[in-house]
């Protein structure tokens, strides 16, 4: 108060002013006071008194407060004493020793003026500017503030921050801020901004705050961290529980990497701090909330692969195994550990060769399913344990066959410990417990598998000296019977609840093991017992699973034993028990309190001992198996209702039924074929048509390769051409030649004609003149006669004309020996001509250039070699027509040669015939008798005369 | 994965139907990545797909700040997505770091029967406010994944002009573990070993 009075100002002494009054004051100067000092003051004095006077304070004084804090931003003296104070009206937690109804009071106190500072969602807005503020003492109450309000109005200001822009991404920014208390308290307000509100959670992740919180981790040294440690677990935690975008997100920006160090705790015993607990508790949620059995699948069996790949499962497998691990914290590891492997084969396939480190070295399973029969064991790691198993088993078929043949007499080792002795012994133990798990954790090994369900009948057991050895099943309902004669330690109830489970669960869906325990004759007579009798509300539970065994036993019933089949049981249940007290018996497992706790997720978890009397996959079962529902009845209550005609026409629908199902199967089967066909053949398809277009491709390369080639080959061609224009000129002058020589030898020939033609000609000639000899002989004897002087000078003339025709002949023939000379020259001149020239040659290396350039193009090359090869042999050809033409010519010359010596014959003849025509003439003139015979001779050679005449007459 | 670089991305815009398929329509944003290359270099893409629904848009305001690259989708078959564009670019552009690559995506391509939007217009918007365009089919994948490449090629482009700071995360740029940056190589010659990219 001494303060108080001070702040006053030395006020009289008096009456004391209350505490209203005071506030009231100091309200008003707050409010009018145009000085700042004298503002900071009130506001201090305001401070001061929020605690003691926190009703009044906050009545009175936070509208001016947060006035304060809108107009005086540049001072952050006063702005953190407003927001100071402004926590303190607001925050509940801050007198701690006060009784439960002051605490009540608070409560109120607290969520009333916060509902008055969010009135206006502006105060909200406002306060995130003020975290902007760098200064300490404005940033750090303006975080408690927002934490406070944060956790007294959650949703509300989760609200107002979300629709703030760059709010969420401000309040992020506290954590990288150098100051350790702002960036602790920082994640304190984090914490609760992110409490159920997934979008904030999902910027909150976006804003880096997984890579931010796990360099915290680490920096503060992971598990051996402090509090600041635990608190960004519980952020990480906060951010990804049941939040598959941000576990997405996590896994995908390969987080869960990180976590792996987290457990190298290693085998000293360092000691472990109640933090450290805590920490590594945190940490192994915070891996179970990634791999939670509630999560999408698709996120659970990719984090679990990962956990696999970057040794987290191995790290945790280890300390499974390690010593002088505290009890929760071995128990959270195997909780872990269940769900990191739960249906996933390689994590489980890893987990089943996992050792503990004894010797000689025993499996893990083994040593974690000892601790489960083990009375000493806390209730919570047992649980674990039978959890452990049962993910181990789950969707395990291989797990599942592996521990049941550690049952059967063939694969049995006597010589160790194995987990179907641990759980056998469990089974018939004499403490509840133990009975319960070892009964479920054989039911989850035969589980949805018909194999193991059948092999597990053939499993025999000693009991005591001498007597026979008993089967399994038969020994699990000796003891469902005799129940009430042993005396065990826990819940009688328990035991025999953990039996029938185990007995519903192994003859569901297997007639065989049906007909098994129906073989027993004492098994029905004590089920039907137990149903009918009245019993009190402890055995409720007990009767509802008899009359669930007992409607198995109907259902699954193949009506191979004669006195139980399905008509016989329903007939049996009707009148000893009562088909509608038996539904109603059957009934009591769903309306159990405890079922549809059970019923929610598959971890066991119990808050006592005694509570524990449901298995998650058993409630799978009896939903299977008697509906959730009241309204819909379940397959076991139709099963005994039905009379038996219904019966029978079920069994015949259900024959049909199973024979459809069996043309339906076969169709599937025919189907799947077509369908691998199909899915064949279109990869065929695929394949052809990629070839096809392939094909086209290289065809359409091809062509235009085939395109240019072409191209080159016309321009080579071109090229060639004019190469061998020298040649073609020399052949067209060859054919000229030759053509020449023909022109020329045909007139040869014709001239020969003609000079035959002549020849003939004169020699008939000659015979007439040889006639005219004859005749002109004979005629000297009658008439020597005077013509024959004229006559003389007409055959004088005669030989005149022939004379000078021979010699126009033989001119003519030496005309054609020089023609037929210049011909030879020619020819000769031609065949010089055909030898190939330095052209070629060079020709010749171009090409090989031009191979040598384009290689595609040796056949087009070839081509043109042909093409000259041609020209050549045509060449030849020619030249050989020029030699038969010689040849020709030469023979013609010969002929020529002879007509000549013939002609020459001739005219040495004709000179002869002159010369005796000539002495002749003379005789005849000698004898002075004129030739008579002239005119005859002129009558009979009238043209050759009438020239002659006119000579003579001219 | 090793990866050079690490954009975040966001999905923007009015569509009824994400532009990815993803399966969680209850809370406004949903997660998705995937790798690219560029010039040779592996680049990780973080995309947070804001469903783009008005009542989310507030919700989609936090993200821009933290974001390299944003898809501004519209429906080519909703004439409204597109009128709402101009909205969206503004409170883009306001709450976001200007060198926020943009990129304006017309959706469902696929149904051409159906279209209101003409591929023009779409072009025309773009060129009116300086961003790159394209048509795509989230539902056929067509240049979907052309979309992400060529929006990663700009803010690739702005990095190696300089014009991203990379050392700060909050641009939704990150190195990658194996990149050296130009800070850890000086650290790294005095005896510091630290990977790049993380925040001092």
Redo the contacts between chains.
């Keep these: 108060m001494n303060f108080i009075r001070g702040v006053m100002g030395g006020q009289a002494p008096g009456p004391q002013p209350s505490g209203a009054e005071t506030i009231q004051k100091l309200c008003d100067r707050v409010a009018s006071s145009t000085l700042l000092e004298d503002r900071r003051d009130a506001v201090r004095a305001l401070k001061s008194l929020s605690k003691k006077y926190r009703m009044e304070v906050g009545t009175q004084a936070m509208d001016h407060l947060i006035n304060i804090l809108q107009t005086d931003r540049s001072d952050s003296e006063i702005l953190g004493y407003a927001l100071d104070t402004l926590y303190n009206i607001i925050c509940n937690d801050e007198e701690e020793e006060q009784d439960e109804n002051a605490q009540k009071q608070s409560d109120d106190l607290g969520a009333q003026f916060t509902e008055k500072f969010i009135q206006d969602s502006e105060h909200i807005t406002l306060l995130l500017t003020l975290l902007e503020e760098f200064d300490f003492h404005v940033r750090w109450p303006g975080v408690k503030l927002l934490t406070a309000l944060l956790k007294n109005q959650g949703v509300q200001v989760q609200g107002i921050i979300l629709v703030s822009p760059m709010g969420v991404s401000r309040l992020m920014d506290l954590l990288a801020d150098s100051r350790e208390v702002i960036r602790n308290d920082g994640l304190l307000l984090l914490q609760q901004l992110t409490k159920g509100n997934a979008a904030i959670q999902k910027i909150v992740a976006f804003e880096n705050a997984f890579e931010r919180l796990l360099d915290i981790i680490t920096e503060e040294g992971s598990s051996d961290g402090g509090i600041v440690v635990e608190d960004c677990l519980l952020l990480l935690l906060n951010l990804l529980k049941n939040n598959s975008s941000n576990q997405n997100f996590f896994k995908e920006g390969s987080y869960i990497q990180r976590m792996k160090p987290w457990f190298e705790v290693g085998d000293d015993n360092s000691g472990w701090s109640a933090q450290k607990v805590t920490n590594l508790h945190l940490m192994l949620q915070l891996v179970r909330v990634m791999v939670s059995p509630v999560n999408s699948p698709g996120t659970t069996t990719s984090c679990q692969k990962c956990m696999y790949q970057c040794g987290l499962l191995q790290q945790l497998c280890t300390i499974l195994m390690a010593t002088g691990v505290p009890a929760d914290i071995l128990t959270e590891t195997i909780n872990t550990v269940s769900e990191v492997i739960r249906g996933s084969q390689v994590n489980q396939d890893y987990f089943a060769s996992v050792n503990a480190p004894s010797n000689p070295p025993r499996p893990a399973i083994v040593v974690l399913l000892m601790s489960m029969v083990n009375e000493r064991q806390p209730f919570v790691l047992r649980c674990a344990v039978l959890y452990c198993f049962q993910c181990f088993l789950y969707k395990n078929q291989k797990g599942q066959g592996e521990i049941v043949a550690t049952l059967l007499p063939s694969t049995i080792d006597a010589n160790s410990i194995s987990a179907g002795q641990l759980l056998c012994g469990g089974l018939f133990s004499a403490d509840s417990l133990s009975n319960w798990c070892a009964a479920v954790a054989l039911a989850h090994a035969l589980q949805d598998n018909l194999t193991q369900k059948e092999q597990l009948l053939r499993v025999q057991l000693a009991t005591s000296l001498g007597k026979p050895p008993v089967s399994l099943l038969q020994q699990c309902t000796n003891i469902l019977s005799q129940g009430d004669k042993i005396v065990r330690r826990g819940s009688k109830v328990q035991t025999r609840v953990g039996l029938l489970m185990l007995l519903c669960t192994w003859i569901s869906n297997c007639p065989i093991a049906v007909t098994h325990f129906l073989h027993n004759q004492d098994n029905v007579p004590f089920l039907t017992a137990q149903i009918s009798e009245n019993l009190g509300e402890d055995e409720r539970l007990v009767q509802g699973l008899c009359a669930l065994l007992l409607g198995i036993c109907i259902y699954y019933n193949d009506n191979s034993l004669e006195n139980y089949t399905k008509e016989k049981l329903k007939q049996l249940i009707e009148k000893r028990i009562g088909k509608e007290n038996f539904v109603e018996k059957l009934g009591f497992i769903t309306k159990h309190e405890l079922y549809s706790r059970a019923a929610l997720k598959p971890q066991p978890v119990f808050p006592s001992p005694e509570q524990m009397l449901f298995d998650h996959e058993f409630t799978k079962l009896v939903k299977e198996l008697e509906g959730q529902h009241r309204l819909c009845d379940g397959v076991i209550t139709k099963a005994v209702h039905k009379s038996s005609e219904e019966d029978k026409k079920e069994e015949e629908v259900k024959k049909t039924l199973e024979q459809h199902d069996n043309i339906v199967t076969q169709y599937k089967e025919l189907i799947r074929e077509q369908d691998a066909q199909i899915q064949e053949l279109k990869e065929q398809v695929a394949s052809m048509s990629s070839q096809n277009e392939q094909m086209q491709t290289t065809i359409t390369q091809q062509l235009s390769q085939i395109q240019q080639h072409k191209d080159q080959y016309n321009i080579l061609k071109l090229k060639l051409g004019k190469e061998n224009q020298t040649q073609s000129n020399s052949q067209g002058d060859g054919s000229q030649v030759n053509g020449l020589q023909t022109e020329e030898l045909s007139q040869l020939r014709e001239e020969l004609e003609e000079l035959r033609r002549q020849h003939t000609l004169l020699q008939t000639q000659v015979g007439e003149k040889d006639v005219l000899i004859n005749t002109l002989r004979s005629s000297p004897q009658m008439a020597e006669g005077p013509s024959a002087g004229s006559d003389n000078t007409e055959l004088l003339q005669e030989l005149e004309v022939l004379k000078s025709q021979v010699q126009s002949q033989s001119s003519e023939i030496s005309q054609l020996k020089a023609e037929r000379q210049e011909l030879l020259k020619r020819a000769e001149a031609r065949s010089a001509d055909t030898v190939p020239t330095s052209d070629s040659s060079s020709d010749a290396s171009k090409m090989a250039d031009l191979e040598s350039r384009l290689t595609a193009q040796t056949s087009e090359k070839e081509k043109l070699e042909e093409s000259r090869a041609q020209l050549e042999q045509q060449l030849d050809s020619a030249k050989s027509t020029v030699a038969i033409l010689q040849t020709e010519k030469e023979k013609l010359q010969t002929e020529v040669q002879e007509s000549k010596k013939e002609q020459d014959d001739l005219l040495m003849l004709l000179a002869d015939q002159d010369q005796k025509i000539h002495s002749l003439k003379k005789r005849l003139k000698d004898l002075g008798q004129t030739v008579e015979d002239e005119d005859d001779l002129d009558a009979r050679d009238q043209t050759s005369d009438d020239d002659d005449e006119d000579e003579d007459e001219g | ?1 090793a990866y050079a670089y690490l954009f ?1 991305y966001i999905i923007i815009g009015d569509t009824d139907k994400r532009f990815q398929p993803v ?2 329509l ?8 995937r790798m690219i290359t560029i010039d040779g270099k592996q680049i990780k893409l ?1 995309i ?1 797909d804001t469903a783009g629904q008005e009542s989310f848009r ?2 989609t ?3 821009y ?2 974001a390299a690259g944003a898809l501004l989708v519209y429906d080519i078959t909703r004439r409204d997505t597109f009128n709402h564009l101009t909205t969206w670019l503004e409170d883009a552009r306001q ?1 976001s770091n200007s060198n926020m690559v943009i990129m304006l995506i017309g959706n469902k391509s696929d149904l051409e029967s159906r279209r209101e939007v003409k591929k023009e217009e779409g072009e025309a918007f773009a060129r009116e406010h300086g961003l790159v365009f394209m048509e795509t089919s989230a539902k056929t994948a067509t240049n979907v994944e052309e979309a992400f490449i060529n929006t990663a090629k700009d803010i690739y482009e702005k990095i190696q002009e300089g014009v991203f700071d990379i050392n700060n ?1 909050a641009n939704g740029i990150k190195i990658g573990p194996q990149h050296p940056t130009t800070n850890s190589t000086l650290s790294s010659s005095q005896g510091g070993h630290q990977a790049g990219g ?2 001092c």
């Design positions: 994965m975040k399966h969680d209850t809370i406004g944003v949903e997660f998705g990545a973080q947070w507030s919700i305001r936090s993200y700040r933290g709450h995360e993380g925040c």
